[in-house]
């Protein structure tokens, strides 16, 4: 039975909704009214708020002030209300006057006013009714009487009478000022040594070279200043403070402006004494200024540090930088004491945990944004004042305010901004602040819109660490803040931009002397080493004249030492800021802080400077290498007879049967394929340092902040990133990483996968051609490549044979001396086998040369070959001794050789070839000079990033310098191998 209600419950509701559904009643249709503004309504109508259209009045009704409702006309009375309508009545001829409440109609003392109500002369009042409410029929005007004892004047309404000022009373005895007194504000003062006020005081504004007329000062400044100064007035006393501190606490030889009236008061009250025992604050007085002379900033500031230790760890733990501000209205009125971590001294609108993210110790604070004209004087009709104290929590109910001064950077001291010079001792120091001033660029009225405004569009809390400091103690925190005059013209177009920062810094003195003090020491050794360089090199030349060459030789060489020692100095910089800055949450007291933005610039010079000498010093190996001398000596003999006779004149020669060039060819291309292998990954090493910064997080390393956390919350302010930290992370992970790879390639890889230089070794033994390779005109590197038996270029049985016996240790060494494994060797030549090396390649050289000097007859093909067999028998028997004017011997290099890489004996006579197990002749390749090529790489990585502060855009030019420096490695050293070694180029693939 339910089960049968419920289907046709659901039926009938089914078919309820397709009816609505498609019936007219839901169908789309756009609801439109007129526009109306309650100006457009005129006198006859008044503005409906809930029909949003003019409505018209009823009779003998107009339009009230507001427009909003309707009132009976001029001489006629409410005769019925029910709140939404009202029924008017003309007064009789009569009673002619309308009561004060509209009510009624009374006859008048004297005539009627233009409202049609009843007036009375100046102080009197206008009596309507008897005590009992009674309409009287004549209405009366009663005298106030302004003398002992009741000195009454009429009220604001002008219905009763009341006590006058107490000005008045205590200066005239009586409720009028008199001639001989001042009346200004509503007050009357008795002569004072005040000066005169001016006739309209106004307020500077120096940005738009602008003095507005203030209604503000021109209704209260002086009669604020008197009654500071002659009742102690403290409402007023906070008030003249303020207009002072409008008119950016500047000082001039006026003394009738707020400043001047707040001076002169300063001085006069001396005696009265000082408050809280702080002797630039005056009883009754606002504090404004840190005394009255410069040079005071310095002794505020780094005389004493704050009695507050912040750490991170431990019973003391106090990470929480606490300000309280005194907020004060402009009428002097105290309004309430204020969190500032609130969001107080912050224009720019956040979330709360990001507002209160600026007063974290440590953490580097910085916030900005544009704000709207319009909202500024929508929002700040009228400026709050703020006094700063850092809170000092003592013991559990016991906190002291220690008073933050104020650098007001648009401060003028007769017309010169002394607050904007680098050197504090000029400075004058202020106190209380605004934020946004709408009021004093007011002109006609205080509800007119403001010729100008200004805004704290800078606002900035510093603190500096005590020098050599173990308990984390600080100075006095410093608020700086620079405004900006704004011209109003056109409200809702205009914007400003705003800024809130807190700045922690340290003095960087004693780190810059020692920075300075490693860049010369270590400056001097790089010299002492490129003069060493440079002497090796000479030597290796065969050259003994100091000439331009050597000059430039030696600033090459110094330009890559000096390289490295900017290298070490700037990655030991960043590593130490580092360890110690990203540490402090470790520390029990902060010691570091991480140097400002500003300060910063040296250390980026620093890396600047690194990055261009290590590209010179690259450039200068790049073109080293595609310039070195090469050669293939192939040992392959002939091993029988040609197989077609050649017919001689008068005899028919047999010749022997030729060597196969396919090995050399071989050789050649393996040498080609080496010289840009290196011992990491290039492209694998990008991408995992970019896999660290980014993915990984520990890009958040260089936050400029204390927290180590490599991931933050979306919610959690970040702050800007440090220059210093950037490069000291980027740098730490790239060596790292490189370090991780080289020591795998060198451990694992060459020896369990392929080492691709002792192959090649190994394939010039097989190949049976050794290798000579001159990076110098007479230094170099020899491979001797010289098979143990006598053949290379046999069939697959015969290969596989003389290996096996060579295995089974049934033939002789490799090396290049009897019973002696040594194939790689550093080679000094004397210049005469240089020389004939030089002429045998001379008639080559001569065809790249000048066209006059290019025989045009000679076949190149012809002559490169005859020039390839020459240099091979040329070289082969000097490696065997066969020329006695030009032998070598061999031996080891001292150890003291290996280390400053300079050979000792110059070899004059006879060529040296020097043991060389370490296969040293990578110095030619990019193999031999990844050190160089990682700093490089690392600091062209780092020079972008700091450039752009982006990882990604940093790693992906870093790979394409990479590509293409290796593109063009491949291609110009592919070309020198083919002209050196007179191989064609077109069997190098």
Known sequence: MATGALKLRAFIYGYICIFLLKSDTFSCEQFSVSFTQPSDCGVENYFDISSLSCVKCGPNQMSSKSGFSCECQTGFKVLASTGASITCQKCSDSAPGVTQDGYGCVRCPGSPAEDGKCQCPTGSILVERNLNGTLLTVAACEACSGTEPAFSVPDPKGNRCVRCQDSFINTSQSCTCGSSNTLAGGMCFPPSNLPPPSNVPSVYFAQLGLAVPSAWLSSFLYSSAAACLLFSNRTACQALGNMCVLNMHSLSTLSNDACGLYSTIYR????????????????????????????????????????????????????????????????????????????????????????????????????????????????????????????????????????????????????????????????????????????????????????????????????????????????PPLTTVSYSDILISDPVKQTVTVSFSVEYEMDQNEARVKTDIALGVLGGVAVVYSLLKTASWKRRIASPLIDLQTILKFLLFYAGDLANVFFVVTVGTGLYWLIFYKTLEAQQFVSVFLPLPAQEERFVIYVGCAFALKMVQFLHKLLVQLSVDIFFIDWERPRGKASKPVNGPGEVKTPASPVSIWRTYFVANEWNEIQTIRKISPTFQVVSVLFFLEVAGFSSLALRDPSSELQRSAEAYTPAYSRVLRYGVATAIWLCLGFIQMTFFSVVYERFVEDKIRQFVDLCSLSNISVLLLSQRCFGYYIHGRSVHGHADTNMEEMNSNMKREMENLCGQRGLLPNSDVQTFQVSVTSRLRAQYDRILEPLSRRNGPSRLVDASANPYEQSTKAYHTMNRFLGSIIDHAHREMDYIVKDKLLFERIIGMEFIEPLEKSIFYNDDSYSFVDVLYYGNEATLLIFDMLFFCVVDLGSQNFVLASVLTYLQQLIFRLVRNGLGRRNLATKTLVDKRFLI
């Open 268 to 475: 006069t009250t001396a005696a009265q004494g000082n408050n809280q025992g702080i002797p630039y604050w005056r009883v009754s007085l606002p504090w404004l200024y840190y005394g009255e002379q410069a040079g005071l900033a310095s002794r505020v500031l780094q005389t004493d540090p704050l009695p507050v230790g912040f750490s991170f760890k431990g019973v003391d733990r106090n990470t929480n930088v606490e300000l309280l501000a005194a907020v004060y209205s402009v009428r002097g009125e105290f309004m309430r004491w204020e969190n500032v971590s609130r969001g107080t001294l912050q224009l720019c609108p956040d979330t709360t945990t990001r507002l209160q993210a600026a007063f974290m110790f440590g953490t580097a604070y910085k916030q900005k944004c544009v704000l709207s004209v319009s909202d500024l004087l929508a929002s700040q009709s009228e400026p709050l004042f703020y006094d700063v104290f850092l809170v000092q929590q003592k013991a559990p109910g016991d906190r002291r305010l220690i008073a933050v001064p104020t650098l007001n950077l648009n401060l003028q001291f007769n017309g010169q901004s002394v607050n904007q010079a680098s050197n504090m001792n000029g400075w004058y120091l202020t106190r209380r602040l605004v934020l946004v001033d709408t009021l004093s660029g007011r002109e006609k009225s205080l509800s007119s819109t403001p010729r100008a405004i200004r805004v704290a569009s800078d606002l900035k809390i510093r603190f500096q660490l005590v020098p050599s400091t173990q308990k984390g103690e600080v100075y």
